[in-house]
């Protein structure tokens, strides 16, 4: 196995957030057919299209107007509006259109006597975004709700259907990010990951990578630099990029021995979510064609790292610290067993 690099070192260093990383870009075919800007223009502050009665999520047109082309940026917002919801609208499946349109005319009627149970999910138009699976999950908020929609391939990796493939890769804006921690990413953390901070995230860091052919060929063996990482594939047509996993290592134990049980390899499916503990050893495969894009989310718990400063025993999630107590607790019990023995020796004799 090759070896975890010191924890100083040993994220691979993502693409810049500000986007303009080689492997960061908007959709290939957006910017093609529409000629948007292939970069985001991160001088050029929105405009602010909430409380409008749009078919699509107001956060989506304000992050959608940095890739407007320049000449188009001192328009009323009427008329970037119009020409986003164009570009949207041609780039949705033809199915999805008339859908988009019904869905507008449906919220026409009811917004004047309906009040949303969870407005932030309003708000950012979530059943854009996600399959409604994991929307009645998240709405349920139980346990068994998310573990319907769930499958365990390995202790502590879940993987779940999570976004509409033709959205996935409009989904940028670090509101956005903002959102889907705290609303999606957190409440299912709290149940699974609350040994290792889950409850508490309270930061983040995300990025986009593309894979492929002179993209980012290969992530070594790592662990990343969160609490609970959420890794989406985002799409395209592609063949390898396995990501392969090899169990929860402690600071200490970073390097240590795979045991069988840990070793699972993963397939990406668009669309399809991965969520595990940031501390989970993993690595991903060169792609071998195609191109890959992958949304990826570092959640962080500033009070949970807070705690690991002064707890030192805080590590029952490393699947080496859990080995090495077992083994104290079986030499303990045989240790009294064979005194136990001995005293009874002397008492026959
Ligand atoms: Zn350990």
């Not at 949970?304 to 025993?313: A, C, G, N, P, V």
């Amino acid at each position: 196995m090759s070896e975890v690099a010191k924890k100083e070192t040993q994220q691979p260093t993502p693409p810049t957030s500000d986007r303009k990383g080689n492997g960061v870009a908007m959709s290939q075919s957006m910017t093609t057919m529409h000629r948007l800007r292939l970069n985001p223009n991160t001088e050029h502050k929105p405009e602010n299209y909430e409380g409008l009665q749009l078919e699509f999520s107001p956060l989506l047109f304000s992050s959608l107007e940095r890739y407007l082309p320049p000449p188009m940026l001192s328009l009323s917002r009427d008329s970037k509006l119009h020409y986003m919801r164009d570009i949207i609208l041609r780039y949705s499946p033809e199915g999805e259109r008339t859908r988009a349109q019904r869905q507008r005319e449906y919220r026409q009627k009811i917004t004047t006597h309906y009040q949303p149970l969870h407005k932030e999910l309003y708000t950012m138009n979530a059943s854009n975004f996600f399959v409604p699976s994991f929307l009645k999950a998240i709405n349920e908020n139980k346990e068994e709700s998310f573990r319907r929609i769930m499958t365990e391939p390995s202790q502590g990796i879940f993987t779940f259907e999570m976004l509409q493939p033709h959205f996935c890769e409009l989904l940028l804006s670090e509101t956005m990010l903002d959102k889907l921690m705290e609303d999606f990413i957190r409440p299912i953390s709290k149940v699974f990951f609350s040994d290792v901070g889950g409850s508490t995230l309270d930061s983040h860091h995300g990025f986009v990578v593309e894979y492929g052919i002179d993209r980012d060929v290969e992530l070594g063996f790592h662990v990343d630099d969160s609490e609970v990482t959420l890794n989406v594939c985002l799409g395209k047509e592609f063949t390898g990029g396995d990501l392969f996993f090899r169990g929860v290592r402690c600071d200490k134990h970073v390097n240590t021995e795979t045991h069988k049980d840990e070793v699972l390899d993963y397939s990406h499916v668009p669309g399809r979510a991965v969520l595990h503990c940031g501390r989970h050893r993993h690595g991903a495969r060169a792609t071998t064609t195609g191109n890959r894009v992958n949304l990826l989310l570092w959640c962080r718990s500033s009070v949970f790292r807070e705690l690991r400063k002064y707890q030192k025993d805080l590590s029952s999630w490393c699947g080496e610290c859990q080995r090495e107590k077992k083994e104290r607790q079986r030499v303990s019990i045989a240790t009294s067993k064979r005194e136990l023995l001995k005293k009874e020796g002397k008492a026959v004799t």
